[in-house]
């Protein structure tokens, strides 16, 4: 840690990238320069990654908006605003209130993603909102709502995950992605545990494991129905557990019996020996724990594949016996509090579903509204970006907190589409790619700059405090929404309203905002009556559900039953499919996108720290290299059915030779989103991020 500097100004907040949302503290020095030291927190426990060291020097960047953007050209806060204003009123006028879109981010803070899902309603009345978490806790949410009746990454603190006996990781890099929490798995390691890591690369959190799975891309949910075949085969249910606490077992050891080890064999590339032994560890251990992370779930059949490891966790009676249990691992800052409070197309606050009648009439209680003035369902994120300009889709669109340029699958089609809008408008601090093809881009506040409350991967709702005011000239996302309602005239009738500066229905201060959400959360599923500022602060935290003042959180669920009407966790059979796009002689190589340790999401942050290294490039297997004739580091070109990217290659022995990687936090020619294809999940609407067929050519000078 840093020694305390004299006359400093310090805070402690948490790091503004993922969800494992770390605890730090920031110093301004008496020359102004903000340094950051690790703080002691419950997921971090004094570490911090590279990321999170050199977060602070976003604060004073060179490349920092300092104003509002129209056309290209500076302009006035005023000159904006009404650029804003009488394209929505134009857009409205002419094709309807849905012609007017919202596109938002799991960055975003709670107090954020709940008025931006207000503002959608209230003040664009646009039944089109939707967020970048779509295209990432998407399918672990609906398959943890579907069995759980409940959606929360981990249903127990992470501190449970170093203590487990058995831990199986599917589809998580955790060593790159949220290095602290590494620990935990040393930790467990260490404590003699055993720990089995299911992907396709040899990653280095495969590569520290016991056991390291490496499947064909895209197989995940055969694995998991194999795993569980094996279980039944062997005797190793929990038959009490089973009749007492699920429904649905019947049919789902039915559908497993299909999936004997050799064919299961056969459709992952996993040996039968490996399906056993994970089998087996899983069952002998009294405590175990199974946790999904993107790699499981970014498919057209994610939602499936997560139900299959529930299934499993289920069969093993591991959901609510102390240490043990399934979980998923969030990834972006806000994935948990940003899918709570209706930034999502189908969500009011709480997790109340959109087109629930009494969800719809208490929340328009607290807005102010006629329940009916509330609009219905609008359209998924890709489904939403895809219809931008098109016959029937959105005119216009605001985007806060996500860069969908490059994050977006099919990523050359989805800026064509943005491109086409009459009205672009981006929330950003950075110009980044999506703000760089705006009409208007309003500079806003960074994390440091602004106070206000996250959820993390645990639950854990927690305060992200400022260290100072945002420079001069520059918004924040909370005033924005609340002066473009207030000139649209659509605020509400204010009675919701319990402090800040603005009049009317929308505050620009945090602390009001989350008071409101508190209401609007009471009684929901994501319960957030009793979480106040002083309770999170005072208690290191507070896991929702929390419906009173005067109750302890939840940081254990499912001790004494299910969410669910009867109490009983539900089993849903699930078969394996292939994937959306097969290899073939075409496109005879799997590519799987993901991400390293020096970069964030879309790179728009990350990849303006200098500290930071970086590049985008492809992995191959050496064998696969030879045969084409590509060294390390040629350039070498990636073709699919969509596009196309270039970049230098990385041969290298931990990937399978039948598949490529490339990272996604990259724009311009190595954007890898511009290969990804745009098949979804039937339910969750996320697309099949993690494979499609590719080929892979030498660049020739
Ligand atoms: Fe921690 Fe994630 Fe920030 Fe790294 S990026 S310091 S793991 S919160």
């Not at 709570?340 to 959109?354: N, T, V």
């Not at 589409?417 to 703000?435: I, M, N, Y």
């Not at 009001?512 to 009471?522: D, G, P, S, W, Y």
């Not at 290294?613 to 084409?628: I, K, M, N, Q, S």
Request: proline share 7%.
């Amino acid at each position: 840690a840093l020694p305390l500097l004299e006359s400093a100004r310090e805070v402690a907040t948490h790091c503004p990238y993922c969800a494992l949302q770390c605890g730090m503290t920031l110093r301004e020095t008496p020359q102004g320069r903000v340094e950051v030291a690790a703080r002691d927190f419950p997921t971090n426990r004094g570490g911090l990654c590279q990321k999170g060291w050199t977060s602070a020097e976003l604060l004073d960047h060179p490349e920092r908006l300092t104003t509002p953007l129209v056309e290209g050209q500076p302009a006035t806060w005023d000159e904006a605003y009404d650029f804003i204003v009488d394209g929505v009123r134009r857009v409205q006028d002419a094709h309807g209130r849905d012609a007017v879109a919202v596109f938002g981010g799991g960055g975003l803070t709670n107090e954020k993603a709940y008025t931006l899902g207000k503002f959608a309603r209230v003040a664009l009345r646009t039944a089109n909102i939707d967020y970048n978490g779509r295209f990432c806790m998407s399918s672990a949410a609906a398959a943890g709502n579907r069995s759980f009746g409940i959606d929360r990454g981990l249903p127990f603190p992470m501190a449970d995950i170093a203590e487990a006996d058995t831990l199986l990781l599917i589809g998580a890099n955790v060593a790159e992605t949220m290095p602290p929490f590494a620990r935990y798995l040393t930790e467990q390691r260490q404590r003699g545990g055993t720990q089995i890591v299911v992907d396709p690369r040899a990653t280095p959190t495969a590569r520290a494991a016991t056991l390291h799975l490496q499947p064909t891309p895209g197989t995940d949910l055969a694995l998991a129905l194999g795993l569980l075949h094996i279980v039944v085969a062997e005797g190793l249910t929990d038959p009490a557990y089973l009749a007492e606490r699920t429904t649905g077992w019947d049919a789902v050891r039915k559908t497993v019996a299909g999936y004997w080890p050799a064919r299961v064999e056969l459709l992952t590339g996993v040996p039968v020996a490996d399906l056993e032994a994970t089998a087996r560890a899983l069952a002998a251990a009294d405590r175990a724990i199974i946790l999904t992370a993107r790699g499981a779930e970014q498919h057209a059949k994610g939602v499936d594949t997560v139900t299959a490891f529930i299934n499993l966790a289920l069969a093993l009676g591991l959901p609510g016996r102390p240490g043990s249990g399934y979980g998923c691992l969030t990834g972006q800052g806000n994935g948990q509090g940003g899918r709570e409070h209706g930034q999502k197309a189908d969500q009011l606050p709480g997790y109340r579903k959109i087109d629930d009648p009494a969800a719809r009439a208490h929340v328009a209680g607290v807005w102010g509204v006629d329940p009916d003035s509330i609009p219905g369902p609008g359209l998924s994120a890709y489904e939403l970006l895809d219809a931008l300009g098109q016959p029937g889709g959105p005119k216009a669109m605001l985007v806060f907190g996500s860069n969908p340029v490059v994050s977006a699958p099919r990523a050359a089609r989805i800026t064509e589409r943005l491109k086409s809008l009459d009205l672009l408008v981006v929330c950003d601090f950075f110009l980044s790619e999506t703000a760089a093809i705006a009409d208007v881009v309003l500079p806003v506040a960074q994390w440091a700059e602004e106070d206000g409350t996250m959820t993390n991967l645990e639950g854990r709702v927690l305060r992200r405090r400022a260290l100072r005011k945002p420079p001069p000239g520059i918004g924040t996302d909370l005033a924005v929404m609340a002066e473009l309602a207030s000139r649209l005239g659509r605020t509400g009738d204010g009675r919701s309203v319990t402090g800040g500066e603005r009049s009317g229905g929308f505050s620009a201060e945090p602390y009001a905002v989350f008071e409101e959400l508190r209401r609007a959360t009471a009684g929901g599923v994501a319960d957030y009556a009793g979480v106040t500022w002083e309770r999170v602060d005072a208690e290191n935290g507070v896991f929702w559900p929390c419906p009173a003042a005067d109750r302890a959180g939840t940081p254990r669920l499912f001790e004494e039953g299910f969410p669910t009407p009867d109490g009983r966790a539900r089993m849903i059979a699930v078969e394996h499919r292939p994937v959306a796009e097969e290899i073939d002689a075409e496109y005879p190589l799997y590519l799987t996108t993901g991400r390293v340790l020096a970069q964030y999401q879309s790179g728009a942050q990350t990849r303006r720290i200098a500290a930071l290294p970086g590049g985008p490039f492809v992995e191959l297997h050496p064998d696969l290299a030879e045969r084409l004739g590509i060294d390390d580091g040629d350039p070498v070109r990636v073709l699919s059915r969509r596009g196309e990217m270039t970049a230098p290659a990385r041969v290298v022995t931990t990937i399978r030779p039948d598949t490529l990687f490339a990272p996604f936090h990259y724009s311009g020619t190595g954007r890898a989103n511009s290969l990804t294809g745009d098949a979804l999940d039937p339910i969750s609407r996320m697309p099949e991020f993690k494979v499609c067929a590719v080929r892979i050519e030498p660049v020739t000078p």
